[in-house]
């Protein structure tokens, strides 16, 4: 079965400091993987998805960048955090051979907070 | 473009009792439907889904239909119980022949039971 695995679970991170968020999907290949941030009070707003290694695009011009090394492996970086990059950041996946029917997975999120 | 548009929150009731979350959704075409749940810390689960206009989506005593005619995916539930309360997010994804589009979710209802 698949499984998609996110850490870390919680993250707090002064100002300034850089960011590694890592997503690992197991038990497909060649998955669809986003970057969703859930901010305060806020909606899910999609960051970054990408359909294949080294294929990303961005849905928002922001502080941060996304990553596809291998084929089901995602990461969320930023070189230097602002206060406003804090929320919940979820990382999801989707098995484009079915289309949209099966909606996406999602991991378990991390809560990161920039003071 | 493509949105979901849900309800806002917070939804409070007392344990037993009927809950509607209502969702409407602009898209062209027909898209999948979705509501998926988010439990306090967690990521986000499907709670079920409805693929084509009619489809009745039902899990975990939740039932949701896909009415075309009135572009609408109500989420209810005939008795609620206090391990109900959570955020749900109302979401659909446009397929596009062979292709899938993003998944587009509104912006969440949250859902309170007291005893």
């Known amino acids: 079965s698949q499984t998609i695995h996110q850490w870390p679970a919680t993250l707090v991170q002064p100002v300034g400091s850089p960011l590694s968020l890592e997503c690992t999907v197991e038990?497909?290949?060649?998955?669809?993987l986003y970057w969703y941030r859930q901010a305060a009070g806020r909606g899910l707003q999609l960051l970054f998805y990408?359909?294949?290694?080294?294929?990303i695009s961005s849905e928002v011009p922001q502080n941060l960048s996304a990553s596809r090394p291998q084929d089901r492996q995602f990461i969320l970086s930023s070189k230097k955090l602002l206060l406003s990059d804090s929320g919940f950041y979820l990382c999801a996946w989707s098995a484009p051979s079915l289309g949209g029917n099966y909606g996406y997975t999602f991991g378990s999120g991390t809560r990161l907070t920039v003071v | 473009g493509n949105s979901v548009t849900q309800m806002e929150g917070p939804v409070t009731l007392s344990e037993e009792a009927f809950l509607t979350i209502n969702c409407t959704y602009t898209a062209t075409g027909y898209p999948s439907l979705f509501w998926y749940v988010q439990y306090p810390g967690e990521g986000l689960q499907l709670l079920l889904k409805?693929?084509?206009?009619?489809d009745k989506g039902s899990n975990k005593g939740f039932e949701a239909t896909y009415r075309k005619e009135t572009t609408s995916f109500h989420l209810e539930k005939g008795s609620v119980q206090v391990s109900d309360s959570a955020v749900y997010f109302c979401a659909q994804i446009k397929n596009y022949g062979g292709s899938q589009g993003n998944l587009i979710f509104g912006k969440g209802t949250k859902l309170s039971v007291k005893p």
């Open positions: 409805a693929t084509k206009a009619d």
């Open positions: 038990g497909t290949s060649n998955p669809n």
């Open positions: 990408s359909v294949g290694i080294g294929q």
